[in-house]
């Protein structure tokens, strides 16, 4: 997944990643995940999602990181907020209210960029990554998160072969094996077909999602 295959998809509208509704799992589960009142809340590769905006209504500061301008943009407008906009080593930061979203690049972060996130939610994160960026993505953006760190993961599941991806499939067993380092509980799976369509029309047989909760070290 190159960066400039993302840049394409926001420039053409091609977002059914993109939900138009805050993420059920999320509503479900995160006063579970008992994170930090008020602390920050870091959203690796959030697009323009409303699970910031969620977030943010419930006390906490959100740290985004995307790569499209555009995405980004969108979000404050739909808001209706205009960010101050400055530029710093991690990319252009967009600053407004309780949100800060830096157009760069999420393996780029290191842990003084990090230093103060302490939740990380990942709806579309992972699954967006084919295989060998996830486990480069766990080394860098993951591995910079301060010790302690809790989050909730949302994934897919789904016979891989049935579909290419984004999004892909990414089993428990992966999950463990990437969050070595770290503790992941699993939440919930639930059978979603039925709610996905689209999947079906691609001639999947079978999907689920599911939720973990995790912790630093």
Same mark, same amino acid.
């Given at each position: 997944m190159e960066a400039e295959f993302w840049q394409r998809r926001w420039h053409d509208n091609q977002i059914g990643f993109h939900q138009a509704r805050v993420s059920p799992l999320l509503e479900r589960h995160w006063d579970a995940l008992s994170p930090p009142a008020g602390g920050r809340v870091f959203v690796p590769l959030c697009g323009k999602s409303l699970d910031m905006a969620w977030l943010a209504a419930r006390g906490h500061r959100i740290l985004g990181v995307e790569l499209s301008e555009l995405a980004v943009r969108q979000f404050f407008d739909e808001q209706g907020l205009a960010p101050d906009v400055r530029d710093s080593r991690y990319g252009t930061h967009y600053s407004a209210g309780p949100y800060e979203l830096i157009c760069g690049d999420a393996f780029a972060l290191d842990a003084q960029a990090l230093a103060d996130c302490g939740a990380v939610h990942d709806r579309a994160a992972l699954i967006a990554l084919p295989a060998e960026l996830r486990r480069r993505y766990l080394a860098t953006a993951y591995a910079a998160l301060p010790p302690g760190c809790r989050g909730l993961l949302i994934t897919l599941e789904y016979p891989q072969a049935e579909m290419d991806g984004p999004p892909f499939s990414v089993g428990e067993a992966e999950v463990r094996t990437l969050?070595?380092?770290w503790s992941a509980t699993l939440a919930e799976r639930r059978d979603i077909? *039925?709610?996905?369509?689209?999947?079906? *029309?691609?001639?999947?047989? *079978? @999907?689920?999602?599911? *939720?973990?909760? @995790?912790q630093n070290g």
């Open positions: 969050f070595a380092g077909l *039925a709610q996905e369509p689209r999947f079906a *029309a691609d001639g999947v047989s *079978a @999907l689920h999602t599911a *939720a973990y909760f @995790l």
